[in-house]
């Protein structure tokens, strides 16, 4: 097993994040979506009222945990699409890795669109998910002002994403909603630069 597993300390107890349930799932549910995996070790299902369900599985063999989320992060279940991480509480001093495959996805583009209004629980898992509608998303990442970024792995997709899920209505994993904005890089409302090419020859 390569070296950025152990990392965080998370990756490398088998435990995994498992969020955007539905109201009603239940232990035996989340049994049946991982046990081809490996073998469970543990089920620890978060369920309270009001707020979306989550839960932390975890394998008795890390490897199992890392098979698990490629095969069920974003898989559609009911009307919910699943995500599944390694959790973000073990990362010690608050600090994302600076590899590894957790935390920020470490993969960039130029393929980038910029995101307002988010609420203040929106993560960056959250925003991954939300703008995956549109695209295979390299890279996201949220600012604690309500401003989030996304790269994209291909330029149709980034071009896709601004009207798509401009004004659209986004939910974090703790149930907070609101209306998001999406730029592309060098929008004005963003206050960057306002050449649309970004080149050096006008002022």
């Known amino acids: 097993m390569s070296g950025w597993a ?3 300390g998370g990756e490398g107890d088998g435990r995994i994040y498992v969020g955007n349930l539905p109201s009603d ?13 490996g073998r469970i070790s543990e089920i620890e299902l978060k369920n309270r009222h009001g707020l979306v369900p989550f839960a932390f599985v975890r394998f008795e063999d890390p490897r199992d945990a890392e098979d698990a989320i490629y095969g069920r992060n974003g898989y559609d279940y009911g009307q919910c699409r699943l995500r599944v991480e390694f959790p973000r509480t073990y990362g010690g001093r608050g600090g994302w890795p600076r590899g590894g495959r957790s935390g920020p996805p470490t993969r960039r583009s130029d ?7 988010l609420p203040p629980s929106g993560s960056w898992q959250d925003l991954k998910d ?17 401003m989030g970024m996304v ?8 071009e896709y994403a601004l009207p798509k899920l401009d004004e659209t ?4 994993h ?7 904005r999406v730029y592309p890089e060098r929008s004005t409302s963003y206050g960057y630069s306002r050449s649309r090419s970004g080149s050096r020859g006008r002022d």
């Not at 393929?111 to 209004?117: A, E, K, M, T, Y």
């Not at 994209?152 to 980034?158: A, Q, T």
């Not at 703790?174 to 998001?180: K, M, N, P, V």
């Open 25 to 37: 799932v239940r232990e035996k549910d989340l049994e049946d979506l991982f046990y081809k995996y």
């Open 151 to 158: 790269e994209y792995l291909r330029k149709e997709d980034m």
């Open 130 to 146: 939300h703008m995956r509608e549109a695209g295979d998303v390299c890279y996201a990442d949220v600012q604690k002002d309500g």
């Open 111 to 117: 393929f980038r669109v910029l995101v307002s209004g």
């Open 174 to 180: 703790e149930g907070e909603t609101s209306y998001i």
């Open 169 to 172: 209505k986004f939910r974090s």
């Open 6 to 8: 152990d990392e965080r």
